[in-house]
């Protein structure tokens, strides 16, 4: 079956690090994807990593580790703007995405 | 700035009345997706076209279909929504299937059933 978990909810202030620990178990991995989503708003593309490893864009960063079904999605310098839902989703066999419910993230002043 | 369009934004209707809700890309994508997305939970795959052929996931009910009249155009049919079809409903593209190809997604629809 088709598992993905991230924790509901993390909150941060204003200039601090919050890493989002995403865990799955899925059939087939082609890829692992983050995304960003504001309240009422779609979700917008922030990474993908398909190979083990770290990989940094600016003040968000990316980890997989395959054998471990796990990854993280670390956010630096937080922002109020930043205050949003993270979405793993993990790229199946066939091509689609499996997403996990999502870690709303909170930050305050 | 090739985008992915969604109307309208907001849309109400009754229970058991049909309804439309409508997505167009300038994307010049293969694949276009529609998903549901209730509070707080993953967005959950109702069905995809790529190109023409149309892939229905397997819990899908039959009260949803779907068109794709052309590349730019998709549409998501709602033959008689209940109060439980209440959700956001988000359309994506990708230029191809398969692994690692990014979705792209439109501002959703946030559906309404009185």
């Known amino acids: 079956g088709q598992n993905i978990d991230q924790p509901t909810e993390m909150t941060a202030t204003e200039g601090a690090i919050v890493q989002i620990n995403c865990t799955y178990q899925?059939?087939?991995?082609?890829?692992l994807f983050w995304y960003q989503q504001h309240a009422g708003e779609a979700p917008t593309f922030l990474s993908y990593n398909v190979l083990d490893g770290l990989e940094e864009k600016g003040r968000f960063s990316s980890f997989l580790s395959r054998s471990k079904g796990y990854s993280y999605l670390l956010l630096k310098e937080l922002q109020m703007k930043d205050s949003a839902s993270y979405l793993c989703?993990?790229?199946?066999?066939?091509?689609?995405?499996?997403f996990g419910a999502g870690t709303q993230v909170v930050v305050t002043p | 700035d090739a985008m992915v369009i969604q109307n309208p934004r907001y849309q109400v209707t009754q229970f058991g009345k049909p309804v439309t809700l409508s997505c167009s890309q300038t994307l010049n994508h293969n694949v276009m997706y529609w998903y549901q997305q209730k509070s707080s939970q993953a967005p959950k795959l109702l069905f995809h076209y790529y190109d023409k052929d149309f892939n229905n996931e397997a819990d899908t009910p039959d009260n949803f279909q779907s068109r794709r009249p052309n590349t730019s155009f998709c549409f998501l049919d709602i033959r008689s929504p209940g109060l439980g079809d209440a959700a956001m409903y988000l359309c994506a593209t990708s230029r191809d299937r398969g692994g690692g190809e990014t979705q792209y997604f439109g501002p959703g629809t946030r559906l309404l059933v009185l």
């Open positions: 989703a993990v790229n199946d066999s066939w091509g689609k995405l499996q």
């Open positions: 899925t059939s087939g991995f082609n890829g």
